[in-house]
């Protein structure tokens, strides 16, 4: 099974776009899709961990990437994760860069983020896609049980051209980059985001401290897309739905 992160995908790009996302579009056509409708405010750290370890952020209470003016880092947060559960099992695991603390996370991947998991230029954007992609592809080819990775980058490009041409070309390099992944794998998937996305002026939430230059929001709409037949209402349920996936 893979897990691939989208940050910050929405359908409000994808579905009035769906014909210029030929994967996307051929994923969705074959498969399932839906929306999550998150219940809480749409901030990655928080619901990353809750994806990942099950537990809502109103208890693991990791809501940010800095807490008492310094990095949180992955001990500082008390929950186990599926990854970790699953290794303890002797299942053969990866982790490449999920961001819910800076710079984002890995297990058993060496991997050196972009921008300190931070892309913002519009070339560290571009690089982290290629970057992703090759190192996913490297690790696809070791046929794990589980590999989780996330696209980052999408997020930061969101917030700076929400409303621009640009961020549908984006959406279209992130399509092409999964043509790359699903050409050289054909197993279980779950494509998913940690939220929406819209425009800074109607979002219901603030998410960031500063707003020079930004133009889009987080939302409460993630997206999932998957060959398997799910019922997922909140991001906890991944967790749930790989534990039943690999009976433990």
Known sequence: MIIIGLDGATWKIIMKNIEDLKTIKSLMDR?????????????????????????????????????????????????KFIWEILYEKGYDVYVLNVPFIIPPYNFRVEFKPIGYGLPIT?????????????KALEIIEKKPDLFIFVYTALDRYSHLHWGEKKLLDFYILIDKALSKIFNNYDGDYIIVSDHGFTDLNKARYKTLKRYDNIKGEHDIDAIYISNMNLNIQQPEDIFYIIKRYFHV
């Open 31 to 79: 498969g399932y899709h839906g929306t999550i409708y998150l219940k809480y405010k749409p901030l990655s750290p928080a619901i990353w961990t809750s994806m990942f370890s099950g537990i809502s952020p109103r208890i693991h209470n990791h809501w940010d990437f800095i807490k008492n003016n310094s990095l949180v880092k992955r001990d500082d947060i008390p929950v």
């Open 122 to 134: 519009e070339k560290e954007c571009l690089d982290e896609i290629n970057l992703i992609t090759n």
